[in-house]
C-alpha cells in the first residue's frame, strides 16, 4: 500500500509542474504588457520610464525561464506575489475568500448527496412506475437549465415575491440557501442517474438471486445489499464533486454577492489583476489534484480488489 502510494504521489509532481508552468504562461500570452498594466490600475502615468521601472519590480526585464524558476522558488515557500488592485499578498486575499467559497461547496454537497440518495432510492423503490418517470423528467428538466437563470429565478420567486429568502451576502444564516441549492440542482440529476443506473446493474448480480431464496424482502435486499455496492461504484464520481463545487461557483457567488474566491477571480479578470487570475488557476488545478488522490486513496481502502492489485 505504501509503494502504490508513494508512485501516485512522483506522479502528481510533473502533473503540478506543468499546471504551474502553464498558469505562469498565462501572464506572458496576455495582448497588454502588465507592467502598463499594474501603472494603470495604480493611477500612475504611463511613461518609459515608469514601465521601465515597473517591469523591473515586476521581474519582466529577465529571462522567461529564469522569471519562472525566481517564481516558482517563492511559490515553494508560499509567496504567490502582490495583488494588482489592492496592492496585497495573494495568498492573504485568497484566505480571506476561500472560507465562503468552502461553505457553499459543502453545503451544496450535502443537498447533492441527500438528494440524489434519497430520490435515486424513490425511483428504484417505484423502478418504472409513473412516479419515476415524473422525478428523472424534473431532474433531466433543472440539469438542462443554465444556473445564472436558474439562480435569478430563485431571486425573483424566493427573495422578491415571496420575501422568503435573503438574496445576497452571507450576513444571515439563510444566505446560503439560495445559492447552494442553485449550484446542486445541476448535479443532482446526474448522480440521481448515476445511482439508479448503477442500483438496476446490481440487481443482476448472483448475490440478489441467493438473497431472494434466503427470504429477504426487497427493501432489505435494497438497502442492506445494493446501495452498498452502488455507493461503492459511484465514490469515485460523487467525490470528486467538492472541487468541481469549488471552481464552478464563480457565476454564483456573483450572482449572490457572496465574498468567495469566485468573486475574487472575476474582478481580478475584469482588472487585469494578473497575479490574482495566475493563483486562482494554480488553486483549482491543485484542488482537482488532491482531491483525486485523496478519494484514490479512499476508494483504496474500502475495496479489497485494489489492495490486491486487481
Same mark, same amino acid.
Given at each position: ?131 419515476? &418517470? ?84 426487497? &427493501? ?23 472541487? &468541481? ?66
Amino acid at each position: 500500500m505504501q509503494h502504490y502510494f508513494i508512485r501516485r504521489l512522483i506522479m502528481m509532481i510533473p502533473l503540478m509542474l506543468l499546471i504551474s508552468f502553464v498558469a505562469f504562461s498565462l501572464m506572458n500570452l496576455v495582448p497588454s504588457d502588465p507592467a502598463e498594466t499594474m501603472l494603470r490600475i495604480n493611477n500612475i502615468t504611463v511613461t518609459d520610464e515608469a514601465v521601465k521601472e515597473a517591469r523591473q519590480t515586476l521581474g519582466l526585464d529577465k529571462p522567461f525561464l529564469l522569471r519562472y524558476a525566481l517564481w516558482l522558488y517563492a511559490l515553494l515557500q508560499g509567496d504567490l506575489g502582490k495583488s494588482f488592485l489592492s496592492n496585497q499578498n495573494v495568498w492573504d486575499e485568497i484566505t480571506q475568500a476561500f472560507p465562503a467559497t468552502f461553505y457553499l461547496a459543502v453545503t451544496a454537497f450535502a443537498v447533492i448527496f441527500l438528494l440524489s440518495l434519497t430520490l435515486s432510492l424513490l425511483c428504484m423503490l417505484m423502478l418504472n412506475s409513473l412516479w419515476d &418517470k415524473i422525478i428523472r423528467g424534473i431532474l433531466f428538466f433543472f440539469t438542462a437549465l443554465p444556473n445564472y437563470w436558474l439562480a435569478l429565478l430563485f431571486i425573483w420567486l424566493f427573495s422578491v415575491r415571496l420575501n422568503w429568502l435573503p438574496s445576497n451576502g452571507l450576513e444571515q444564516k439563510s444566505g446560503i440557501i439560495l445559492p447552494a441549492l442553485t449550484l446542486s440542482l445541476g448535479y443532482i440529476g446526474v448522480y440521481v442517474r448515476l445511482l439508479r443506473g448503477a442500483m438496476l446493474n446490481q440487481l443482476q448480480q448472483p448475490y440478489v438471486f441467493y438473497a431472494r431464496t434466503r427470504g429477504l424482502s426487497e &427493501k432489505q435486499i435494497l438497502f442492506k445489499h445494493i446501495l452498498q455496492n452502488s455507493l461503492h461504484t459511484s465514490y469515485i464520481a460523487m467525490g470528486m464533486s467538492i472541487p &468541481k463545487l469549488l471552481a464552478g461557483s464563480v457565476i454564483i457567488e456573483n450572482i449572490f454577492a457572496l465574498p468567495g474566491l469566485g468573486r475574487l477571480c472575476i474582478q481580478a479578470i475584469f482588472g487585469r489583476d494578473y497575479p490574482v487570475i495566475q493563483a486562482y488557476i494554480l488553486l483549482m488545478a491543485m484542488l482537482f489534484l488532491v482531491g483525486n488522490f485523496v478519494i484514490d486513496w479512499l476508494q483504496h481502502r474500502r475495496d479489497p480488489r485494489i489492495k490486491r492489485g486487481y
